[in-house]
């Protein structure tokens, strides 16, 4: 979409490329890939050329597993983030409770500016 946007503004390749953070070659690439002679860049023709163009669609984890997608939407249905749900659920996968007893030590900068371990735990 960004790319689109650039080149109806009159970007060149290479201000779009530095606008999106990637390489002049990938925007050039994109811009070949989905320019229409007739009509010249479209994005709905993009995003389609794209789908067909990946190697392996394949079907998420979550969305082929109906008990796991019960699961997560539970989970999400009671507020917790996506990056807890992911946590625990590869807990109860592994068994792991080491890190959960562990209380990390803290650390006090010093008026020199260096980090100092204190030793206790809180």
């Known amino acids: 979409?960004?790319?689109a946007q650039g080149l109806k503004a009159g970007?060149?390749?290479?201000?779009i490329a530095g606008h999106i953070d990637?390489?002049?070659s990938v925007v050039s690439r994109e811009?070949?890939?989905n320019w229409l002679k007739t009509r010249g860049s479209r994005l709905v023709h993009a995003?389609?050329?794209a789908q067909r163009r990946r190697?392996?669609?394949q079907t998420?984890?979550?969305?082929?597993?109906?008990?796991?997608?019960?699961?997560v939407l539970a989970d999400l249905g009671q507020s917790r983030a996506p990056r807890q749900i992911a946590g625990r659920l590869h807990l109860e996968a592994t068994g792991d409770t080491v890190g959960l007893m562990e209380a990390p030590t803290p650390a006090r900068i010093s008026p020199t500016g260096g980090c100092q371990d204190t030793g206790k735990a809180t």
């Not at 970007?11 to 201000?15: F, G, K, N, Q």
């Not at 597993?65 to 699961?71: K, N, T």
Request: aromatic share 4%; charged share 40%.
């Open 1 to 3: 979409m960004e790319i």
């Open 11 to 15: 970007w060149s390749i290479r201000v």
């Open 22 to 24: 990637r390489s002049p």
């Open 31 to 33: 811009v070949r890939r």
């Open 47 to 49: 995003d389609c050329a």
């Open 55 to 57: 190697r392996r669609p």
């Open 60 to 71: 998420g984890k979550v969305a082929a597993d109906e008990v796991l997608r019960a699961r």
